[in-house]
């Protein structure tokens, strides 16, 4: 799981995140993975604030910081994309 940061520095979309890693563009890309047959997950959760370490954003509503119920929740998610996309890759959560 990589921080916003270090997502966008890596794709080269700037050093704001702010400017890409918004409600708006989050809640379309989750909602277009969920739907997509191969992905059927919101793979959202791969990305996280440098602070808190969990997203920024859990199932659409701001977890800054995130409470107890979100973050087993991006717990549960993580654990999801790395059954499906990483087997053996630990969950930091």
Known sequence: ??????FGR???LGDN??????KKV????????????KIQLDLTFLLRNA???YPS???GK?????????MVRAG???QAIIDRFGPGTLNPY
């Open 1 to 6: 799981m990589m921080s916003y940061g270090e």
């Open 10 to 12: 890596e794709l080269n």
């Open 17 to 22: 995140p702010r400017v890409w890693a918004n």
């Open 26 to 37: 989050l809640d379309e890309i989750a909602a277009a993975c969920r739907d997509d047959p």
């Open 51 to 53: 602070e808190t370490m």
């Open 57 to 59: 954003f859990i199932d």
């Open 62 to 70: 701001p977890s800054k910081p995130p409470t107890p119920a979100q």
């Open 76 to 78: 549960e998610m993580a």
